[in-house]
C-alpha cells in the first residue's frame, strides 16, 4: 500500500482565520514532506521532517507552522494567510534512507492535496 | 546547482501514436531521476524511477525510460498513446547523500488527440 491521506481536500479561509491541514501515512516512513503547489507550476518544497524532527526548511514563512506528532502524522497549521498562500498543498513521505550510506533512492509518495483558498 | 530541464512545456500527439517527453539534468555525478504524472485536481503519482540499476527503466501504465549519462538524459516514451494518458508530467531529480530535496522540471503538459 502506497497511500497517503490528506484533509481535507478543499478549504476556504479568511485571512485572519487559523485552519490546519493533515496529512498521514501507514507504510512505516520516517520522512514527510509538505509541498506547495500553484497552478501549471512544478511542486516547491516547504519543509522536511525525517524521524519526526524538522530537518529543512525551505525559509518558509512564519504564518505557516508544520508539526509531526508522530511517525504517521504531519501537521501544517496556518495562520494570517495572504491570498497569494493560495495553492495545492501536497504531503510526501518516504523512507529516509541510510545516510552513513549515503542516502537510499527515497521515492516519495504524494498524497491528494489540499486545494487551499484565500479569501 | 542542480537542475532539471523539461523541453516542450506543452505536448500533443495523435491516439495510438508514440509519446516522448524529455527531460535533461545538470550533474556530474548520476543522480536518481523520477518521473511522476499529475491528472487534474490530484496529486503526483509515480510513473518509473532510475536508481542506477538498468538504464532502461520500465513503470506502470506502459512507460518507460532509458538513462543516458553521456547526454545527461531520461527521457520518457510510451509506443501508443491512450486518452487517458493525457497529464501533466513531472520529471525530477534527487542528489545522492541528499536528505530528501527532488528537485523538479517545469512540467509538460502531454494532450492526446482522438
Known amino acids: 500500500d502506497t497511500e497517503v491521506t490528506q484533509t481535507p481536500k478543499h478549504l476556504v479561509m479568511g485571512m485572519t482565520n487559523k485552519k490546519s491541514l493533515k496529512c498521514e501515512q501507514h507504510?512505516?516512513?520516517?520522512?514527510m514532506y509538505w509541498y506547495k503547489q500553484k497552478a501549471k507550476k512544478p511542486p516547491e518544497l516547504m519543509f522536511v521532517?525525517?524521524?519526526?524532527?524538522?530537518?529543512i526548511n525551505e525559509s518558509v514563512p512564519s504564518r505557516f507552522s508544520p508539526e509531526c506528532p508522530n511517525s504517521s502524522l504531519l501537521n501544517l497549521h496556518l495562520h494570517a494567510l495572504q491570498p497569494e498562500d493560495s495553492a495545492l498543498y501536497l504531503c510526501?513521505?518516504?523512507?529516509?534512507?541510510?545516510?552513513?550510506?549515503?542516502?537510499?533512492?527515497?521515492?516519495?509518495?504524494f498524497g491528494p492535496g489540499t486545494r487551499l483558498t484565500v479569501l | 546547482a542542480q537542475s532539471v530541464t523539461q523541453l516542450g512545456s506543452h505536448v500533443s500527439v495523435s491516439e495510438g501514436a508514440l509519446v516522448l517527453l524529455r527531460c535533461n539534468y545538470s550533474?556530474?555525478?548520476?543522480?536518481?531521476l523520477f518521473w511522476y504524472v499529475q491528472y487534474p485536481n490530484q496529486g503526483l503519482q509515480l510513473l518509473l524511477k532510475?536508481?542506477?540499476?538498468?538504464?532502461l527503466v520500465k513503470g506502470i501504465n506502459g512507460f518507460e525510460a532509458e538513462f543516458k549519462k553521456s547526454e545527461t538524459s531520461f527521457h520518457l516514451t510510451k509506443p501508443s498513446a491512450h486518452m487517458s494518458d493525457a497529464a501533466e508530467y513531472f520529471c525530477?531529480?534527487?542528489?545522492?547523500?541528499?536528505?530528501?530535496?527532488?528537485?523538479f522540471g517545469q512540467g509538460t503538459t502531454l494532450q492526446v488527440k482522438p
Open positions: 521532517y525525517s524521524y519526526e524532527k524538522l530537518s
Open positions: 525530477a531529480v534527487r542528489m545522492r547523500g541528499n536528505t530528501g530535496k527532488l528537485i
Open positions: 532510475y536508481t542506477s540499476a538498468a538504464t
Open positions: 510526501a513521505s518516504s523512507h529516509p534512507g541510510d545516510r552513513l550510506a549515503g542516502g537510499s533512492t527515497d521515492t516519495q509518495y
Open positions: 507504510m512505516g516512513h520516517r520522512a
Open positions: 550533474s556530474s555525478v548520476p543522480p536518481y
